[in-house]
């Protein structure tokens, strides 16, 4: 279940990607700046909330890996330098730490809601909802991580995008939403 879940993930940042060409190519190139302007302070605003939510909570993760006594687990940190080191490669694929709330769902939404509000197709908006949600049942079904990380992240979000939307509206010659 793990590579469907990153495959999802793959395919929510393709899409937006593509999203922001097809702007481009529109001859409107201000309308995808805009567009990524608003998607890169909705992801800085949500990455620092989770840094500090995952400061403040701690949660064993949910993967096999990560449990005790399994011998795929990690070691125990013995002096400060292992607490300092950063195993890239293992993070990236077998991290057992920042679970509060869930980065995969935060980049998904993001994109999703950038393409809901920047675009009047239907059919996209459609098809993006159907991403998050199996984005989201991937993650849990790979035990990425909890039903908590993935809801808070749900909602916190839309919301931190609501607020940069009404305190940070897009300029008068970009593109406009609904």
Not at 23 to 28: F, L
Not at 84 to 90: S, T, Y
Not at 102 to 131: N, P, Q
Request: hydrophobic share 45%; net charge positive; with cysteine.
């Amino acid at each position: 279940m793990w590579w469907f879940s990153e495959a999802i993930t793959i395919m929510l940042f393709t899409s937006f990607g593509a999203f922001l060409v097809v702007s481009i190519g529109a001859k409107r190139q201000h309308c995808s700046i805009t567009i990524l302007r608003r998607a890169l302070a909705t992801v800085s605003s949500c990455q620092l909330l989770r840094i500090l939510s995952f400061t403040a909570t701690q949660l064993p993760a949910p993967s096999q890996h990560c449990q005790p006594g399994n011998a795929t687990a990690l070691e125990r940190p013995n002096s400060v330098w292992d607490f300092l080191k950063v195993d890239v490669k293992r993070q990236a694929s077998q991290g057992c730490g920042d679970l509060v709330f869930s980065s995969h769902v935060t980049f998904g939404l993001v994109f999703a809601l950038s393409m809901w509000h920047y675009s009047r197709d239907r059919r996209l908006h459609l098809a993006m909802a159907v991403l998050v949600a199996l984005q989201c049942y991937g993650i849990l079904a790979s035990r990425k991580h909890y039903t908590l990380d993935v809801v808070v992240a749900l909602y916190a979000v839309p919301l931190v995008w609501d607020v940069l939307l009404r305190r940070l509206p897009d300029p008068s010659n970009g593109v406009t939403g609904r």
